[in-house]
């Protein structure tokens, strides 16, 4: 995609912040946030991060992540590394059975072509939330990830992670219906909203 006036939608998102002062405060502090480019431009490498970081802080995601990679440092690919043959090395870089099975599972479908980079580009958002919470072990969440950091989707906000919705209770307070009509003020740069709920969390600025 070629970049948005980074600028323009950090205006946007400050004045439709004006309302609600605290987290107005904590968007004033973050600055101008963008969606960069993921570090893993590999579809399935992404994904398999994915898997990795379900349910697990940033700080215990990125140990058990190095540790995978580590593992690849002889030769090893990838893909490779999650066939059925090398279960145990996975295990021990700190992966649960069923995270190993999720990415086992998700390398069968990238070799029956079931999904690959060109189907993601070319699939709706809906299309591709219906395509990913196929595959075992992944569920919207994954879906929702994708779009916002691979694909770079500028309106993306996620119900189903657990740190926006506190953000949304601190930020917005009310009801989640209350919650619901002010984050769609957002629109269309939801994405970035999501970014500046994560980094005030990480602040502890709301």
Not at 157 to 184: H, M, P, T, Y
Request: net charge positive; with cysteine; glycine share 4%.
């Amino acid at each position: 995609m070629t970049d948005p006036c980074w600028q323009n939608i950090h205006r946007y998102i400050l004045k439709r912040s004006e309302p609600f002062k605290t987290f107005h405060s904590a968007v004033t502090k973050n600055g101008i946030l963008t969606l960069k480019q993921t570090q893993y431009p590999d579809l399935f490498t992404f994904m398999c991060r994915q898997v990795v970081s379900q349910q697990l802080s940033t700080r215990s995601a990125i140990a058990i992540w190095n540790r995978v990679l580590h593992q690849c440092n002889g030769g090893l690919e990838l893909k490779d590394l999650c066939n059925g043959e090398h279960y145990s090395k996975l295990r021990q870089c700190g992966l649960s059975r069923n995270k190993v099975r999720a990415i086992q599972e998700l390398r069968l479908s990238f070799i029956k072509d079931e999904i690959n980079i060109f189907k993601v580009k070319n699939l709706s958002p809906q299309e591709i939330k219906k395509l990913v919470s196929s595959f075992w072990g992944f569920g919207e969440w994954s879906a929702e990830m994708l779009l916002l950091f691979y694909q770079r989707n500028l309106d993306i906000w996620s119900w189903n992670d657990s740190a926006l919705k506190k953000g949304a209770e601190r930020a917005f307070d009310g009801s989640r219906k209350n919650q619901e009509s002010v984050i769609e003020l957002f629109r269309p740069y939801r994405s970035i909203l999501s970014l500046h709920v994560w980094m005030s969390l990480e602040k502890q600025t709301i």
